[in-house]
């Protein structure tokens, strides 16, 4: 049974911090974890995208303040969230791609307001 367990989202003022976690189960062979946002009125977008040996890409938006990571024996992705702005405010999900199969967390609610 495949399962993408999402958890560290929140509301946070700005210029605050969050991590957020997924962990996949059931998933065989996962070569690229990502995190993608969704917020309200607008497409989901991909945020930043690590593979199975640790090259890593993101948004230009958040570079420099997001941090990418993961724990292969864990089959985990995180999330670093630094110097947060209302501009993050969005539903983040989770994203794993196993031989051109993508999975998706269920999402997670990250809001930045004062």
């Known amino acids: 049974q495949v399962q993408l367990v999402e958890s560290g989202g929140g509301l946070v003022q700005p210029g605050g911090s969050l991590r957020l976690s997924c962990a996949a189960s059931?998933?065989?062979?996962?070569?690229?974890m990502g995190w993608y946002r969704q917020a309200p009125g607008k497409q989901r977008d991909v945020v930043a995208t690590i593979t199975r040996g640790g090259h890593t890409n993101y948004k230009d938006s958040v570079k420099g303040r997001f941090t990418i990571s993961r724990d292969n024996a864990k089959n985990t992705v995180y999330l670093e969230m630094n110097s947060l702005k209302a501009e993050d405010t969005a539903v983040y999900y989770c994203?794993?791609?196993?031989?051109?199969?993508?999975?998706w967390g269920q999402g997670t609610q990250v809001t930045i307001s004062s």
């Open positions: 059931g998933i065989l062979n996962i070569y690229i």
């Open positions: 994203n794993v791609d196993s031989f051109g199969t993508n999975y």
